[in-house]
């Protein structure tokens, strides 16, 4: 679909009625049809189109309520005490409320993205035209948009194309967000529907933010030998200028290595990043380098390696200013969404701003034109290193971090404001004796949020010292991370979407998310591992395919080093930034498409409901943190995708969970017989968290079976299943026998201890359906 503005001028006409001069009109945006599938009965879904579906899966997994507070604080008729069967002053109850909650964090985390879209697409559509083209694979790909193409019916050609898909979104999160008024929806799961809607709408904006930048930028496309870049601390040459670029939205970082690239000075000046505009300023260029995740962000910037941070938006600290100040480190905001409270000197020459900021005579300036954030950071960084050269290190010497360390009064408050309740206080004692090796063990399990610091009683500097401590360690950071290849190539497809529907590849598994992990990064590294050598497809984004990539094995190879990057049984794929997860779900959408030839234009339910029965993929957030995190699990979800969370994922408020002891919720339609046919739990859950990496590894591999498996698949899948709960959490699985369809499921060297337990609980073969979920309409053929 190409679509258009026709804007048409006429200077003079002379009618019946007389003379008009200068007329103007438009005939708004025409739609120049150049795809051939049947439109499906849902292009443009409104808030409800889908309903029928989402209550589907809500009555098979029900919401299973968290309440991480008694109280609704959010109008004037409170606090409202809802605690057992209490109601709101506005009739709310307590399951509401929380699916309430659950809908708010959606639609800030789908906003976060649709506005980052707009603001990407507003911004290339100035610099390179909408009639651009999009490419995000070029021959390799020949469904572009998958999610596009699904939601909204359209196919999109150019990147002015992007903007009636953007228009539609905004409709959306705003019909979204009204419905969390006081007085509006007070259905648990009526709520719970627009929860999965918000996640679909999140989806498609993330999808149009990423094609888009691909195109623009000619980020790698589709590339399964995408380059591997450098990432860590020790990677960073600190003999040079240093910038330092926070948060999502790549342009600023693009224009600072173009005017670098145009004067010369590639080489002479690193830069850094951390969050997404670090994954996506590698894929448009090998020379920058990533320091790390979310969590990495005061332990960087406190080991006063930047000569100047540049930040955009979502995900950066906001005190960021407070600690640059600290070691009067200037910083720039580039975007209207995160001003930092700085002058707006967009209008100002750049030397005049410049001389400001290296004086010192301001913390920082607001400039919303990336071209001149790009000249102005590069010279600021230039002249400000020379002022560092002497500072560079820590705010503390090692001798004053043990003199602070000694202040600390053993009141252990440290230790309980730490969420992943890390001994603290111990490692703090045994550092004033001038032992830093417990002290840098916690390093490890950080997650940077500086809450020790906001409690202790005597105002040390914890983080700081736990980077002191630690201070080998960061000089090491050296690893290898796959630059994000962006979407999945339709041959790809091609080639394992048979083994996957038919479960001979056990399963994909997407490690996403942000950088909460109970008990450090390198439990995610060998949960991605475990899997690949499983034979799993192994997706990577974000801050998760940083910290997989922050890993190595006895050799020194992180996991990118090890596995390639295609999309195929035992790969590694990397596919980008937090926008970039639109490529995984729109794998599994493809899979519906190019293999199994299902109609995906405006065809929502039925394509999800292919994806539910066939394809076994599964997401593990295992380091959840933001709402972004919540909308990206929803669109998932309504895919019928399951997600596993860590246990800080319970702070969510509710999970979607499956009972696999009530049989008459695990009934399919036959396609072939129009009969209802026990499939077993399978998925078993759509949301759930769990307290181990071990029990987390279970789960992925429970999650995997599917009610399409062949009997081989289905043999494989339970092969991984039992091994892993035997191994890791040390017995036999008690329900196998909800999963044994037929005999021939049985995994073959595990046959008479399953045999067995069969007997015991009195099993029945069954048969292997050809599956769906959907209700025939009365009337329809």
């Known amino acids: 679909m190409g679509t258009r503005d026709i804007s048409i001028r006429i200077k003079e006409i002379e009618t019946e009625i007389g003379q008009i001069k200068d007329i103007r009109f438009s005939?708004?945006?025409?739609?120049?049809?150049?795809?051939?599938?049947?439109?499906?009965?849902?292009?443009?879904?409104?808030?409800?189109?889908?309903?029928?579906?989402?209550l589907t899966l809500l009555k098979r997994y029900k919401p299973f309520y968290l309440p991480f507070c008694d109280l609704c604080c959010l109008c004037t008729f409170g606090k409202c005490d809802l605690t057992g069967d209490k109601k709101g002053a506005c009739g709310i109850t307590m399951p509401a409320q929380q699916s309430r909650i659950v809908l708010l964090a959606a639609c800030i985390g789908a906003a976060t993205h649709t506005s980052h879209a707009r603001e990407l697409v507003t911004h290339l559509i100035t610099e390179f035209g909408e009639d651009e083209r999009l490419d995000p694979g070029g021959l390799n790909i020949k469904v572009e948009a998958p999610i596009t193409r699904l939601v909204c019916g359209v196919k999109p050609e150019t990147l002015g194309d992007l903007e009636q898909v953007l228009d539609y979104a905004e409709q959306q999160i705003t019909s979204l967000l009204a419905c969390t008024h006081t007085g509006q929806e007070g259905n648990p799961l009526d709520l719970e529907s627009k929860v999965f809607h918000t996640g679909m709408i999140d989806h498609l904006s993330m999808e149009v933010a990423d094609i888009a930048q691909v195109s623009a930028y000619h980020l790698p496309?589709?590339?399964?030998?995408?380059?591997?870049?450098?990432?860590?601390?020790?990677?960073?040459?600190?003999?040079?200028?240093?910038?330092l670029v926070i948060g999502h939205n790549v342009p600023p970082a693009v224009e600072i290595m173009d005017y670098m690239q145009e004067n010369d000075l590639v080489g002479t000046i690193e830069v850094t990043g951390i969050c997404c505009t670090g994954i996506d300023m590698t894929r448009y260029s090998q020379k920058a380098k990533i320091i790390g995740p979310i969590s990495w962000q005061i332990r960087y910037v406190r080991s006063g390696i930047p000569d100047i941070i540049v930040v955009d938006e979502q995900c950066i600290r906001t005190d960021i200013l407070d600690e640059a100040r600290a070691l009067q480190i200037p910083v720039i905001a580039t975007s209207e969404k995160n001003c930092l409270g700085l002058?707006?000197?967009?209008?100002?020459?750049?030397?005049?701003?410049?001389?400001?900021?290296?004086?010192?005579?301001?913390?920082?300036?607001?400039?919303?034109?990336?071209?001149?954030?790009?000249?102005?950071?590069?010279?600021?960084?230039?002249?400000?290193?020379?002022?560092?050269?002497?500072?560079?290190?820590?705010?503390?010497?090692?001798?004053?971090?043990?003199?602070?360390?000694?202040?600390?009064?053993?009141?252990?408050?440290?230790?309980?404001?730490?969420?992943?309740?890390?001994?603290?206080?111990?490692?703090?004692?045994?550092?004033?004796?001038?032992?830093?090796?417990?002290?840098?063990?916690?390093?490890?399990?950080?997650?940077?949020?500086?809450?020790?610091?906001?409690?202790?009683?005597?105002?040390?500097?914890?983080?700081?010292?736990?980077?002191?401590?630690?201070?080998?360690?960061?000089?090491?950071?050296?690893?290898?991370?796959?630059?994000?290849?962006?979407?999945?190539?339709?041959?790809e497809i091609r080639q394992v979407g048979g083994p996957i529907v038919?479960?001979?590849?056990p399963g994909i598994v997407a490690f996403v998310g942000c950088a909460n992990y109970p008990g450090g990064g390198?439990?995610?590294?060998?949960?991605a591992i475990e899997f690949a050598n499983r034979r799993f497809i192994i997706c990577t984004s974000g801050c998760a395919a940083m910290t997989i990539g922050m890993y190595r094995d006895e050799d020194g190879r992180s996991p990118y080093e090890i596995y390639p990057g295609n999309f195929e049984a035992g790969g590694m794929v990397n596919v980008g930034s937090c926008v970039s997860n639109a490529h995984i779900s729109g794998a599994a959408v493809k899979i519906a498409s190019i293999f199994a030839r299902r109609n995906l234009r405006g065809n929502y339910e039925e394509i999800a409901d292919y994806v539910y029965n066939r394809v076994g993929?599964?997401?593990?957030?295992?380091?959840?943190?933001?709402?972004?995190?919540?909308?990206?699990?929803?669109?998932?979800?309504?895919?019928?995708?399951?997600?596993?969370?860590?246990?800080?994922?319970?702070?969510?408020?509710?999970?979607l969970l499956g009972r696999s002891d009530h049989d008459d919720d695990w009934y399919v339609n036959d396609a072939r017989t129009g009969e209802q046919v026990y499939v077993g739990p399978v998925p078993e859950h759509l949301f759930i968290a769990v307290e181990t990496k071990e029990e987390a590894m279970v789960m992925i591999a429970k999650l995997s079976m599917r009610p399409n498996d062949t009997s081989r698949g289905r043999a494989l899948k339970?092969?991984?299943?039992?091994?892993?709960?035997?191994?890791?959490?040390?017995?036999m699985p008690t329900d196998i026998h909800r999963f044994v369809r037929l005999e021939a499921d049985i995994p073959i060297t595990m046959k008479e201890d399953i045999v067995?337990?069969?007997?015991?609980?009195?099993?029945?073969?069954?048969?292997?359906?050809?599956?769906?979920?959907?209700?025939?309409?009365?009337?329809?053929?």
């Not at 945006?29 to 989402?54: K, M, N, V």
């Not at 997401?619 to 860590?646: D, E, T």
């Open 502 to 505: 038919l479960g001979e590849i």
């Open 617 to 655: 993929a599964v997401g593990v957030a295992w380091g959840a943190m933001s709402q972004k995190a919540a909308s990206i699990a929803a669109g998932f979800w309504r895919l019928g995708i399951p997600v596993i969370v860590g246990p800080h994922g319970t702070k969510y408020r509710r999970m």
């Open 221 to 243: 496309k589709a590339d399964p030998d995408a380059p591997l870049i450098d990432i860590g601390f020790g990677t960073v040459d600190t003999t040079k200028p240093v910038i």
């Open 522 to 527: 390198h439990e995610l590294a060998e949960m």
């Open 756 to 781: 067995a337990i069969l007997k015991e609980k009195d099993w029945r073969e069954t048969v292997i359906p050809d599956p769906t979920l959907i209700q025939k309409k009365e009337g329809s053929s």
């Open 718 to 731: 339970l092969t991984h299943y039992i091994d892993l709960h035997r191994r890791l959490l040390g017995s």
């Open 343 to 491: 002058p707006n000197r967009t209008g100002d020459r750049s030397d005049a701003i410049i001389d400001d900021l290296v004086s010192g005579r301001t913390d920082g300036a607001f400039i919303l034109n990336p071209e001149m954030v790009g000249e102005i950071a590069v010279r600021t960084a230039m002249r400000m290193r020379p002022k560092h050269k002497k500072k560079k290190g820590s705010i503390l010497s090692p001798d004053e971090a043990i003199e602070e360390a000694k202040r600390c009064t053993q009141c252990r408050e440290c230790r309980r404001a730490c969420p992943n309740d890390l001994h603290i206080s111990d490692a703090m004692r045994a550092f004033g004796r001038n032992d830093p090796t417990m002290l840098a063990e916690i390093y490890d399990a950080c997650v940077g949020c500086i809450k020790c610091e906001q409690a202790c009683t005597q105002d040390i500097p914890i983080h700081s010292l736990i980077i002191i401590a630690a201070g080998e360690k960061l000089k090491n950071e050296a690893f290898r991370l796959r630059a994000g290849r962006g979407a999945i190539q339709d041959i």
């Open 27 to 54: 005939v708004g945006r025409l739609a120049q049809e150049t795809w051939d599938e049947p439109q499906g009965p849902t292009p443009f879904p409104s808030i409800t189109a889908l309903r029928d579906w989402d």
